[in-house]
Every structure is written in C-alpha cells, then in structure tokens.
C-alpha cells in the first residue's frame, strides 16, 4: 500500500515520504479548529501565498468551521532549490484589510526572508491583528529574525515537495510532503 502511495504520480522521482496524508490531514483538522477557537465571531481573512500555499489554504478554510474570507498573493522569491534572496510581490491584495483581522497562511517558512517581507508589507495597511500560520516550518535554515504564531510541523533543513511545494514547478499536486531523488536535482 505504501508503495502504491509513492508511485500514485507517473514519472515523479520521490526518495522518501516524509509526512503521510493522514498525519497531514490530521494536523490541519487541529489547527483550523484551534483558529477556529481563537477567530469565532472576528470574520477573519486568511491571506494566502500562491502558488505554495494553495493546498493547504484549501484544506485549513475547510477545517476552520467558523465565517472566514479568503484572499491571495502571489510572490516569488525562490528559483529551483534555493532562494533568490530577494521578494517580488506579482500579484497584491485587492481587498483592503485595515481592521480586519488577518491570518497569512504560508506552505513553508525557510530562510524567513518572504515571510519578514510580507509581514511588514501587511502590517502598513493596518490589519486590526496578523498572525502566521505555516504548514511547515524550517527553523534551522532561518537568517531573519520573524514571528510565526502556529506551526504545522517542524522538519529538518532538507528540500522537500507536495502538498503545494514545488520542484520547478512539479510536485505540488502530490497529496504527501516528500523528499524528492537526488538524481533530480
Ligand atoms: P524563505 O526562505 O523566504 O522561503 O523563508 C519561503 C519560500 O521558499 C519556498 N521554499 C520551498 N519550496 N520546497 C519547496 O518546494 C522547500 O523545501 C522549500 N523551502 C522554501 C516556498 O515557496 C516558501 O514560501
Ligand atoms: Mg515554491
């Protein structure tokens, strides 16, 4: 069975799964119940990263049994397996956010360099509160110094695909984090 879920994409080269759907699942079931706690009766906005964060999104709006809006960035800040160094904002919010209260769902926090960018760019327009709610969290890459209120999961310095994350592009439809053949890289 296991196997079967490793191949369940043609021509993808995974080296090792590294959280199962099901434990995935799981944690998101926590953490949109544990917002939806702490958010019951303040209509938050979940402001999302595209295109990493789009799974996810999909899965913690879903769990979060409270009123909620949905809003996206799109940004850029990584090229093949390692960062740029630099954030570019393609595509802003279009819905004004000042006294909202406002919840930036991310896929991955590495360097901390998006997420310090992105906070600061928030906080000008005045959200009423931001928080950060990452599904994965790569604390041993970190080089800025950045807030991240609820995490997923905290996983080892290693480049890992699924669930949104990408490799050039491919692997995000994968329904497990995974650790791709270092043949591909
Ligand atoms: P920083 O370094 O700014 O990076 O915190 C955040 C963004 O970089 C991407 N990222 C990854 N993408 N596998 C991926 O597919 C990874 O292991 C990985 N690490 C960082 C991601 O887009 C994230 O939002
Ligand atoms: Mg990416």
Same mark, same amino acid.
């Given at each position: 069975m296991r196997n079967k879920g490793i191949d369940s994409v043609d021509e993808y080269k995974i080296a &090792?799964? @590294? @959280?199962t759907e099901a434990q995935i699942r799981d944690r998101i079931q926590e953490m949109g119940a544990a917002l939806a706690d702490r958010y &019951?009766?303040?209509?938050?906005i979940l402001v999302t990263l595209l295109k990493g964060g789009f799974i996810f999104l999909a899965d913690l709006s879903r769990a979060m049994r409270i009123p909620h809006e949905v809003e996206f960035m799109l940004v850029r800040s990584y090229e093949g397996e390692s960062s740029t160094g630099s954030v570019q904002i393609m595509q802003d919010l279009k819905q004004n956010i000042e006294g909202r209260h406002v919840i930036l769902v991310e896929d991955i926090v590495d360097t901390g360099l998006t997420l310090a960018y992105i906070r600061e760019h928030l906080i000008l327009r005045h959200p009423a509160s931001l928080i950060v709610c990452s599904l994965l969290d790569k604390e041993a890459a970190r080089t800025e110094e950045v807030d991240v209120e609820m995490v997923g999961f905290r996983i080892e310095n290693e480049f890992v695909v699924g669930f949104g994350l990408d490799y050039n592009q491919l692997y995000r439809n994968l329904p497990y984090l995974a650790v791709i053949d270092p043949g591909q890289t």
């Amino acid at each position: 069975m296991r196997n079967k879920g490793i191949d369940s994409v043609d021509e993808y080269k995974i080296a &090792r799964v @590294l @959280l199962t759907e099901a434990q995935i699942r799981d944690r998101i079931q926590e953490m949109g119940a544990a917002l939806a706690d702490r958010y &019951r009766g303040k209509n938050p906005i979940l402001v999302t990263l595209l295109k990493g964060g789009f799974i996810f999104l999909a899965d913690l709006s879903r769990a979060m049994r409270i009123p909620h809006e949905v809003e996206f960035m799109l940004v850029r800040s990584y090229e093949g397996e390692s960062s740029t160094g630099s954030v570019q904002i393609m595509q802003d919010l279009k819905q004004n956010i000042e006294g909202r209260h406002v919840i930036l769902v991310e896929d991955i926090v590495d360097t901390g360099l998006t997420l310090a960018y992105i906070r600061e760019h928030l906080i000008l327009r005045h959200p009423a509160s931001l928080i950060v709610c990452s599904l994965l969290d790569k604390e041993a890459a970190r080089t800025e110094e950045v807030d991240v209120e609820m995490v997923g999961f905290r996983i080892e310095n290693e480049f890992v695909v699924g669930f949104g994350l990408d490799y050039n592009q491919l692997y995000r439809n994968l329904p497990y984090l995974a650790v791709i053949d270092p043949g591909q890289t």
